[in-house]
C-alpha cells in the first residue's frame, strides 16, 4: 500500500522484517510504518523501548511518552517512522494501540552462532546450556553466565537473584528471552547476550550433580581424550592439590598431589618423558585468601585457556587443609621452559635482565632468552629496589605460556611469562658491570662531542686569525701607503715648493724695476703662472698628507679650479645638482685633477670663452661634466698623441676609481668631457 506524500507515492511498511531490512541511511528518512505485532519483551514498566514480533521477524518502537501500559503478549497497531536504531532499524510510534491480550511471540531455537551473527536480534528466542555462575551487577538485577557449547553467554535477568543458587549452577537449563547484544560505534555486534524479564524464563531441564559427589580427578588428566567422559562435556569437575600461589583476582595456581607419568606419544622412548606432578591454574569465583602450602579442594569448569586445561568459574568444597605439604618451586633452565610441561607451575630460573619498565600493576622485566619470549611480572607491592639492565636475577614464579605454535600435529610454546607471588620472589644474584652499553655509548658520544667541539674551536680560530691577519696586513699595507706618501709630501715641500717659492721672489724682485711694457706683461704672466703652480703643489702636498680613507669636498675643490682659472677672456662657471654622496680622499683628488687636466686642455687648445663644470647624480652614477664652446676635437687624438699625455692620464685616472670618461663634439661647435663613477 501507498501514501499521498508531496505528490509522490510512499511506500509504507507493514511487517517486522521490511523494517529489518532498512539500511540506516534508508531508514533515517523516516519511512512510513503501519504495523501489527505482538510484544515480545519490554525493556521498562513506564518508559523504555518495546520490541516486537510478527511472523516474519523482531523489531522495536519507542513511544514518548508511554500512554497506553502495554504487557507481554499484547497484540499491538503501530504507526510511525523508521529510524536506524544502534544495530538494525526501528519504528519512532506516532501512535500504536493494544489490539488484544495474548501469548508471548513463539520463541526461535538458537545457538551461539545465531546469537553471534544476529540473525534474530531482537527476537523471542530460546537457547539450552549449562549454568556456570551468577552475579549482582546492579540492584534488582542479576545475570546468569551461561554455557552455549564452548562459548559463554551472559543471561541479564531484571529481576533479583533467586534465594537458592544452587540448582542453578552446573544445571542444564533453557533460557527463553530476547536477542541483544553490545553494540560499538560502527554498528557492530561485540557480543550477543539475552534479556530475560525474571527466573521464570529459565527452566531446569537436567539438575546439576551434587558438588560433593563429583569424583576427584587429577589435573594431568583433564581435557584428555576419554570416550566415558564425553556426555559429561561442559560440566563441572573435581581436584585436589597443593596451592602454589594466589592473587587477589581470584586466579589460584595448585600442583597435583601425587606425579602421574606422561606416556610419549612414539613407543621409541622406553621410560615416560615426565614423572612431575601437573600443575593447574583455577579461577575462583570469590577470591579466597589462601596460603602456599595448602592443600585445596575445588570444583570448577574445564576450560584449555593457552597452552594448557584450566578450571575457570570454580568453588572450593569445604575448608583448605593446613597440611605441611611441598610446595617448593621447581629448578628449571630455559630449556624446561620451551618444553611446555612446567606451565602454571611454581618454578625457579635464574636469567639476566635485559630491560625493565612499570606497568599499570606492577614491573615488567624483560630476561634473556635465546629461543622464545620471555618475561616476568612483579606485583605492585610499594617500594622495590629495582634491578638495572645486566643484572643476574633469581626468580621465584608461576610458569605460564603465553602463546604457542602448532609443529605436525603439536604444540609448542612460543613465549612465556612468570607471575612472580611478590617482591621476595625476586633476586639479584650479581649486579651488572658499570660499563653497560648505554654508558659505553655516552662516553663515546661525549668523547666525540668534545673532539667536535675541538674541530670547531680550531676551525673558528683560525678564522679569528686569519681575519686578524688580513686586517694586520690592511693597516700595515696602509701605514706604509701613508708613510710613503707622507715622504713624498715632504720631498715636493722641501724642493719643488721651496724651489718656486724662490723663483717667486726672483719675479717680484724683477718686476720692480724699470722694464719694458712687452717683457713687463711677460713678467706678470710668469708670476701669476708660478703662483698657481705653487698653489697646485700646496694642493697635492696637502692630498698625500690626507688619511685615504678621510673624505674631502668635491664641489669646493671646483669652484676653488673655477675661480683661479676664470679670467677676461675665459668665463669658468660651476653647477652642483645635490644631494652629492660622500667621496674618499683619493676619489675626490682623482676627480679634481680630471676636471683641471680638462680645463687646461680647453685653455690650450680649444680657443673657448666659457667653461662649464657640472657635478650631478643620475642612473646611480656620479657624473662629472667639463663642456667648453670652443673649435672641438678630433675624438681619435684623445687616445694620445707623441708628446701629449692629458687625455691619456684622464683615462689612468678613471681606471684608478672605477670610472669612464668619453670625448664628445657638442653642436654646433665645442668640446664636452664626460666621466662616469658607478655608485
Not at 541479564?156 to 553490545?182: C, H, I, K, M, S
Not at 594431568?220 to 602454589?244: S, W, Y
Not at 612468570?418 to 658499570?434: E, G, M, Q, T
Not at 710668469?526 to 698628507?545: C, F, G, K, P
Request: charged content about 25%; overall charge negative.
Amino acid at each position: 500500500m501507498g501514501l499521498a506524500l508531496g505528490g509522490q507515492a510512499q511506500e509504507v511498511l507493514t511487517r517486522a522484517a521490511e523494517v529489518r531490512a532498512l539500511s540506516p541511511d534508508r531508514a533515517l528518512t523516516g519511512v512510513p510504518v503501519d504495523l501489527q505485532a505482538v510484544v515480545g519483551f519490554i525493556e521498562a514498566p513506564v518508559s523504555g523501548t518495546i520490541f516486537i514480533q510478527d511472523e516474519t521477524g523482531g523489531t522495536f518502537f519507542r513511544a514518548s511518552p508511554r500512554t497506553i501500559p502495554l504487557r507481554v503478549g499484547d497484540r499491538v497497531h503501530v504507526k510511525g517512522q523508521s529510524l536506524p536504531g544502534l544495530y538494525l532499524a526501528g519504528i519512532v510510534a506516532d501512535s500504536y494501540e493494544v489490539l488484544g491480550a495474548g501469548e508471548p511471540p513463539v520463541p526461535a531455537v538458537a545457538g551461539y552462532e545465531d546469537l553471534a551473527t544476529g540473525r534474530f536480534h531482537y527476537q523471542r528466542v530460546q537457547v539450552e546450556g549449562i549454568g556456570r555462575r551468577l552475579s549482582v551487577p546492579e540492584e534488582n538485577r542479576s545475570v546468569l553466565h551461561l554455557s552455549l557449547g564452548s562459548r559463554v553467554v551472559e543471561v541479564r535477568v531484571d529481576a533479583p537473584l533467586p534465594d537458592n543458587l544452587e540448582p542453578w549452577v552446573d544445571a542444564r537449563l533453557q533460557v527463553t528471552g530476547l536477542a541483544a547484544g553490545g553494540i560499538n560505534d560502527r554498528r557492530q555486534l561485540v557480543f550477543p547476550y539475552l534479556r530475560v524479564s525474571d527466573w521464570s524464563d529459565v527452566k531446569i531441564l537436567k539438575d546439576a550433580p551434587a558438588v560433593e559427589a563429583l569424583a576427584t580427578i587429577p589435573a594431568a588428566r583433564l581435557l584428555r581424550f576419554d570416550p566415558g567422559r564425553i556426555q559429561d562435556f561442559g560440566h563441572r569437575v573435581r581436584t585436589e592439590g597443593i596451592v602454589l600461589a594466589s592473587f587477589p583476582d581470584g586466579q589460584v595456581f595448585i600442583r597435583d598431589l601425587a606425579a602421574e607419568a606422561m606416556v610419549p606419544s612414539s613407543p621409541e622412548p622406553e621410560t615416560a618423558v615426565n614423572t612431575r606432578p601437573a600443575a593447574l591454574a583455577v579461577r575462583l569465583v570469590r577470591p579466597l585468601p589462601l596460603r602456599s602450602g595448602q592443600r585445596l579442594d575445588v570444583a570448577g569448569f574445564p576450560n584449555m585457556e593457552g597452552f594448557s586445561a584450566s578450571l575457570t568459574d570454580a568453588v572450593v568444597v569445604g575448608n583448605p587443609v593446613d597440611e605441611a605439604h611441598d610446595a617448593s618451586p621447581v629448578e628449571v633452565s630455559l630449556a624446561d621452559i620451551r618444553e611446555g610441561a612446567l606451565d602454571a607451575d611454581l618454578v625457579r630460573l635464574e636469567t639476566e635482565l635485559v630491560d625493565v619498565f612499570r606497568t599499570g600493576s606492577g614491573w615488567e622485566l624483560r630476561l634473556a632468552s635465546a629461543d622464545m619470549p620471555l618475561r616476568a611480572l612483579v606485583p605492585d607491592v610499594g617500594e622495590m629496589d629495582v634491578p638495572r639492565q645486566g643484572s643476574l636475577l633469581r626468580l621465584t614464579g608461576i610458569c605460564r605460556v603465553d602463546s604457542s605454535t602448532d609443529k605436525g600435529f603439536r604444540s609448542r610454546p612460543e613465549s612465556a611469562v612468570l607471575l612472580l607471588r611478590n617482591a621476595d620472589d625476586l633476586k639479584v644474584l650479581r649486579a651488572p658491570s658499570w660499563w653497560t652499553a648505554e654508558r659505553l655509548l655516552g662516553v663515546i658520544g661525549l668523547l666525540l662531542a668534545v673532539v667536535a667541539g675541538g674541530l670547531l674551536w680550531i676551525t673558528l680560530l683560525r678564522r679569528q686569525v686569519s681575519k686578524q691577519g688580513e686586517a694586520l696586513r690592511h693597516r700595515i699595507s696602509h701605514e706604509a701607503a701613508l708613510e710613503e706618501r707622507q715622504r713624498i709630501a715632504r720631498e715636493f715641500h722641501d724642493t719643488l715648493e721651496q724651489e718656486l717659492a724662490g723663483l717667486s721672489l726672483r719675479l717680484d724682485a724683477a718686476v720692480t724695476r724699470p722694464l719694458e711694457p712687452k717683457a713687463k706683461q711677460l713678467m706678470d704672466t710668469s708670476r701669476h703662472l708660478v703662483s698657481r703652480i705653487q698653489t697646485e703643489a700646496r694642493n697635492l702636498v696637502a692630498d698625500l698628507r690626507a688619511d685615504p680613507d678621510s673624505v674631502t669636498d668635491l664641489p669646493a675643490a671646483l669652484q676653488e679650479l673655477a675661480d683661479r682659472t676664470r679670467s677676461e677672456e675665459l668665463s669658468v662657471t660651476v653647477h652642483v645638482e645635490p644631494p652629492l654622496p660622500t667621496l674618499l680622499v683619493h676619489v675626490a683628488h682623482h676627480l679634481r685633477m680630471i676636471a683641471q687636466e680638462a680645463v687646461t686642455n680647453v685653455l690650450k687648445h680649444a680657443q673657448a670663452s666659457s667653461v662649464s663644470l657640472a657635478l650631478r647624480v643620475e642612473a646611480g652614477q656620479l657624473s662629472l661634466i667639463i663642456s667648453d664652446d670652443g673649435q672641438g676635437l678630433d675624438t681619435s687624438a684623445t687616445h694620445g698623441q707623441s708628446g701629449h699625455f692629458g687625455c691619456m692620464g684622464i683615462r689612468e685616472r678613471c681606471l684608478r676609481i672605477g670610472a669612464e670618461a668619453e670625448w664628445l663634439n657638442v653642436t654646433p661647435h665645442g668640446t664636452e668631457v664626460r666621466v662616469t663613477l658607478p655608485l
